[in-house]
């Protein structure tokens, strides 16, 4: 069954560049699309990254994502860090099977 | 704008039912497929079910097999998810999510959110 590996937390200063990666289990990544979910504390996920690299309308540029299949993991970086990204990032895909995996989730601290 | 608004949570007691229902508006609810997501306090996010956009096929977790059913009225635009024989591991906040698959079955990616209700199973 395929599962998806999140680092638990990662942390950056205003300005700079994080990558958040998201591993997975079993496969290929890239056999199906993934998706990322950025979720405030106290509100509900918002889509940020979906089918591995198209912004939802609305997301800025400073969010991107990708693929690297040597390593079989998905990326999700934020480049010029602020405070309003300080959030839970989650990656999502599925399997031939209809089931929908998300990762664990990596809290972002914004120094 | 897409709205959706999620209701029925409460306090159930273990091996007890209740109906959670999901508000749509501001799309064509009848043209896309509707999945639920759940998060117990304090932890990641678990995707629960989903139907199609017509209502004629639904999928479940797991977790959930046998005891849950989603199922959908378009002419109403809600959805709803039936918590039979519910579990103290259920309690979580429950999400009605839309899937951009217009008129296909599903894509399994979730591009709007409600705000959740929250489900507590306590004796």
């Known amino acids: 069954n395929l599962m998806l590996t999140q680092p638990h937390s990662v942390s950056g200063s205003p300005g700079e560049t994080i990558t958040i990666s998201c591993t997975g289990s079993s496969g290929s990544i890239a056999s199906n699309y993934v998706q990322w979910y950025q979720q405030r504390p106290g509100s509900a996920p918002t889509s940020v990254v979906r089918?591995?690299?198209?912004?939802p309308s609305g997301v800025p540029d400073r969010f991107s994502g990708s693929i690297d299949t040597s390593s079989n993991s998905a990326s999700l970086t934020i480049s010029g860090l602020k405070p309003e990204d300080e959030a839970d990032y989650y990656c999502?895909?599925?399997?031939?099977?209809?089931?929908?995996?998300f990762g664990g989730g990596t809290r972002l601290t914004v120094l | 704008q897409v709205h959706l608004v999620e209701s029925g949570g409460g306090v159930v007691q273990p091996g007890r039912s209740l109906r959670l229902s999901c508000a749509a508006s501001g799309f064509t609810f009848s043209a896309y497929p509707m999945h639920w997501v759940r998060q117990a306090p304090g932890k990641g996010l678990e995707w629960v079910a989903v139907?199609?956009?017509?209502?004629?096929?639904?999928y479940y977790a797991d977790s959930v097999k046998g005891r849950f059913t989603i199922s959908r009225d378009n002419s109403k635009s809600t959805l709803y998810l039936q918590v039979n024989t519910p579990r103290p591991e259920d309690t979580a906040v429950y999400y009605c999510v839309r899937d951009p698959g217009v008129r296909s079955e599903w894509l399994l990616i979730f591009d709007y959110w409600g705000q959740g209700t929250l489900v507590t199973v306590s004796s």
């Open positions: 999502q895909s599925y399997d031939a099977t209809t089931r929908v995996v």
């Open positions: 089918q591995d690299n198209q912004r």
């Open positions: 139907v199609s956009s017509d209502g004629r096929t639904e």
